[in-house]
C-alpha cells in the first residue's frame, strides 16, 4: 500500500519517564525516534522541575527499551550548537553518533538540536558528515513535508493547545495522489509527569492509533520516504 498520511513522534533527553511512554506507544502502535545523549546517558544526570525529580537513564538496556523505534543524535553533552566552535563539532555530533552505533547497533542519520539551536556552520558540517535532518523546536502546525530537512520544524509540541484540533485535521485530511502529509510531535516524557497529563498522550495514541491510512514510522522512516 502506498501512504500518503505518516505520523511520527520525537522525544529528547533518554530521561526514565521514557519507560512509561514507549509502554504507551507499543500498546497503540505508534513509533517514535529518542534522542540520546551518550556522554551523560547515566542517572548521574538528574534534576528537578516544579519537585519532580528527573533523571536520564543508564545506557544498559536501552536497546531492547526502544526496540522498534529509533535512537538519534542529540549531541554528547547536550550543549547548544550555536555556542560550539567548529573544532567542537566532531565531539558533540560525531562521537554521540559513534556511540549510539556502538551501544545499539546502528549509526543514526538524523538528530534534534540541544535547546533547538543551529546556525548555518552547524547545517554545512551535518550536511557535509551525512546527516539526513536536524529537528528545532519550531512548530508549523501543518503537514507539509519539510523543505530543508536539517532545520526541521514539528507539526506541534504535544503541549500545544492545538494538537487535538491538528489531530482532527490530520484524520479526516484526504491528501491528493501526489501528496505526502507528515504529522510531527515532539516533547520531553517527564513534562506529562510535571503536568501531571500523561491521559493526554494515551488520548491521542487512541485518536491517531489503527487507522490503515496512516504509516506509523520513526523519524528517519517518515522523512526519508519508507512509507511502505
Known amino acids: 500500500m502506498k501512504y500518503r498520511k505518516a505520523l511520527t513522534f520525537s522525544y529528547d533527553d533518554g530521561i526514565e519517564q521514557d519507560r512509561k511512554l514507549v509502554d504507551i506507544f507499543n500498546k497503540y502502535g505508534m513509533k517514535a525516534t529518542f534522542n540520546l545523549n551518550t556522554g551523560i546517558q547515566s542517572n548521574e544526570s538528574c534534576f528537578e522541575i516544579n519537585g519532580i525529580h528527573i533523571q536520564r537513564m543508564e545506557q544498559e538496556g536501552l536497546d531492547q527499551l526502544y526496540k522498534g523505534h529509533e535512537i538519534a543524535v542529540h549531541g554528547f553533552g547536550h550543549i547548544s550548537p550555536e555556542s560550539l566552535s567548529k573544532d567542537e563539532y566532531k565531539h558533540e555530533f560525531v562521537e554521540d553518533a559513534k556511540n549510539i552505533e556502538r551501544?545499539?547497533?546502528?549509526?543514526?542519520?538524523?538528530?534534534?538540536?540541544?535547546?533547538?539551536?543551529?546556525?548555518?556552520?552547524?547545517?554545512?558540517?551535518?550536511?557535509?558528515?551525512?546527516?539526513?535532518?536536524?529537528?528545532?523546536?519550531?512548530?508549523?502546525?501543518?503537514?507539509?513535508?519539510?523543505?530543508?530537512?536539517?532545520k526541521l520544524e514539528s507539526t506541534c509540541h504535544h503541549n500545544d493547545e492545538m494538537l487535538f484540533q491538528l489531530a482532527s485535521s490530520f484524520i479526516e485530511a484526504e491528501p491528493a495522489e501526489d501528496e505526502q502529509m507528515l504529522f510531527y510531535i515532539w516533547g520531553h516524557s517527564y513534562e506529562f509527569d510535571v503536568d501531571n497529563n500523561w491521559d493526554r498522550i494515551e488520548k491521542l495514541c487512541q485518536m491517531l492509533g489503527g487507522r490503515d491510512d496512516i504509516f506509523y514510522g520513526t523519524n528517519s522512516q517518515c522523512l526519508l520516504g519508507a512509507w511502505e
Open 103 to 150: 551501544l545499539y547497533g546502528k549509526y543514526p542519520c538524523g538528530m534534534a538540536y540541544a535547546y533547538g539551536t543551529y546556525n548555518d556552520e552547524v547545517i554545512a558540517y551535518l550536511k557535509d558528515e551525512g546527516f539526513k535532518y536536524g529537528r528545532t523546536v519550531g512548530a508549523t502546525h501543518g503537514f507539509a513535508m519539510p523543505e530543508e530537512p536539517l
